[in-house]
């Protein structure tokens, strides 16, 4: 380790880590503004579930034709510009987003000297090669699920099923195509092809959707009744001791078996072990900024997070529906899921598949004399995830410590405790911010009264929406196109990628989905869902 005179500011302008966080709180900052009714960032535009044409008998609610599949958010949510933004329909809001992100992210690869030409050009390709797939992704075959069916007045027709998850993995498999077949253009893109920069960026944007999850909870308890709000205040809570318990498990499981059994370096293990028990991409990229390993292992990491998230969201829905009994504890399966699937899109759509095949399968077993609500079963799986989400800041933290004065410490060298600033991933500090403060606005504001907190929350809620929907799943987005892109399967044979995906086999299979079971099964066993009576 060498130890550089560098002050506490060293690097705000320079690095990517600092400008993920003025790109995420700058419009986290922006967001706010709704609060006192001024409503700036609607113009973000979100891709909806679609069909060329709908068919007859069918309704636009959860699935639209084409010509709707993008809206601006504003268009939906805004209290005080609604009309401007349906106004500015889908194309208006595309290149509206194109326009303030492209300024906004030249500025960061001005200061980071990055060549600008290249990073615009590249960029906007990257750009709309993005949106072009967000929007493919979106089409009802790969990603409406039954209920989205249901409640369009569908036919029957074949689904993936995949939910948001689809985009992600089209992302990626484009962007796997042009780094691996198209390799000049890839090289080209390379200067705006950043997927680091972007999944920090988006785990910013994470922040306020963990912050704003409980005013989100207050408007659906009021919608489904007392008796479901306290049934979800104990699956945060639940979800919050299984969590604690598992990572202090996954975590040294997974390193152990990456350095014992797979014998790979410190810094690999350290970050599969993130990548593996805790969040995935965010997680991986978190790790290996706190313990310094190379780029090409966060990368490599975060390919095989999405693919294996993708394998577990075909398997483990079925498998759980199939296996547990038809009234046994469902709410341990949802939550064991949610701690085993390791992107928040992949364990959304896995904890929908769940939640509609587990009804389905106690109303035909009980002739239709027991029915859940709808959702119960999903909250289950995504409580669980959402403190799998909180988990990443501080473990990187805790990894940066200790890389610092136990593993890269050389016999007799003084560390200064300056060197874990240094060190520690600075975007999580925005990701910190940003969380701290929706809950505040929260326990705050929205508690002054009970129409006064209500209209505060209410209105919080559009600024909120913009940033933790529609910005953290574009940059999401970025991020797994970008990853592609950058990613050469040549060069990742060198790096041991082939034991990495046994790693990550053995430990998914073997150890991960077993324990998760156990924990889920510790702190949600004799949970009841509330029912609705006879089906019909």
């Known amino acids: 380790m060498t130890n550089q005179e560098r002050k506490w500011y060293t690097g705000m302008l320079t690095q990517e880590d600092w400008w993920a966080v003025w790109l995420g709180l700058g419009f986290f900052l922006l967001g706010l503004l709704s609060i006192g009714g001024i409503d700036v960032l609607g113009w973000i535009t979100y891709p909806k579930k679609w069909v060329f044409s709908l068919p007859e008998g ?13 809206y601006p958010l504003g268009a939906k949510y805004s209290q005080t510009a609604k009309d401007f933004y349906k106004g500015l329909g889908p194309i208006g809001g595309i290149l509206m987003t194109y326009l303030v992100f492209t300024v906004a ?12 030409k290249k ?11 993005t949106y072009l797939t967000w929007f493919v992704g979106h089409h009802a075959f790969f990603s409406a699920s039954v209920v989205d069916l249901k409640k369009s007045h569908f036919p029957e027709m074949f689904t993936l099923s995949l939910g948001g998850g689809a985009s992600f993995i089209l992302a990626l498999i484009v962007g796997l195509v042009i780094g691996n077949f198209f390799k000049p253009f890839a090289q080209y893109l390379s200067t705006a092809a950043k997927p680091e920069w972007f999944i920090k960026t988006a785990i910013v944007f994470l922040g306020v959707k963990v912050g704003y999850l409980p005013i989100k909870a207050a408007a659906t308890s009021q919608k489904l009744g007392h008796a479901v709000a306290g049934l979800t205040f104990d699956l945060f809570v639940a979800g919050a001791a299984a969590t604690i318990v598992a990572y202090m498990i996954f975590w040294p499981g997974v390193y152990l078996i990456s350095r014992k059994i797979f014998k790979l370096p410190r810094a690999t293990a350290a970050v599969l072990g993130s990548g593996i028990s805790i969040c995935g991409v965010s997680a991986a990229v978190a790790t290996g900024g706190a313990v310094r390993a190379k780029p090409v292992v966060s990368i490599m990491v975060s390919a095989l997070v999405v693919v294996w998230a993708v394998i577990e969201l075909v398997i483990l829905p079925g498998f759980f529906t199939h296996v547990w009994p038809g009234t046994g504890d469902p709410l341990v399966a949802g939550s064991a899921m949610g701690m085993s699937v390791k992107t928040d899109g992949a364990d959304a759509a896995a904890g929908e598949l769940l939640d509609e095949f587990m009804r389905a399968k106690i109303s035909a077993e009980t002739d239709g004399k027991v029915v859940w609500p709808e959702g119960i079963i999903t909250t289950s799986a995504v409580m669980t995830k959402v403190w799998i989400d ?15 004065y136990k593993i890269d410490k050389r016999p007799g060298e003084r560390v200064p405790f300056s060197e874990v600033w240094h060190r520690f991933p600075k975007f999580v500090i925005g990701y910190f911010v940003a969380w701290f403060v929706y809950l505040a606005i929260f326990f705050g504001p929205g508690h002054a009264g009970a129409a006064d907190g209500m209209a505060v929350l209410k209105a919080a809620k559009v600024g909120a929406i913009n940033v933790e929907k529609g910005m953290r799943k574009l940059f999401f987005m970025l991020t797994f196109m970008s990853l592609g892109i950058i990613t050469d399967f040549a060069k990742l044979k060198e790096a041991q990628f082939g034991k990495m995906v046994w790693v990550y086999f053995v430990a998914l299979f073997c150890f991960i989905i077993p324990v998760a079971v156990l924990i889920a099964y510790l702190f949600h066993h004799g949970m009841m869902i509330p029912t609705l009576g006879a089906a019909g």
Do not use: C, E, P, Q
């Open 58 to 70: 069918a309704v636009a609610k959860k699935i639209v034709t084409v010509n709707h599949a993008f």
């Open 105 to 116: 992210t030249s500025i960061g690869a001005y200061f980071m000297r990055w060549d600008l």
């Open 119 to 129: 990073y615009i050009t590249g960029w906007t390709i990257i750009f709309f090669l």
């Open 390 to 404: 909180m988990f990443i800041g501080l473990w990187a933290f805790v990894l940066a410590m200790i890389w610092v």
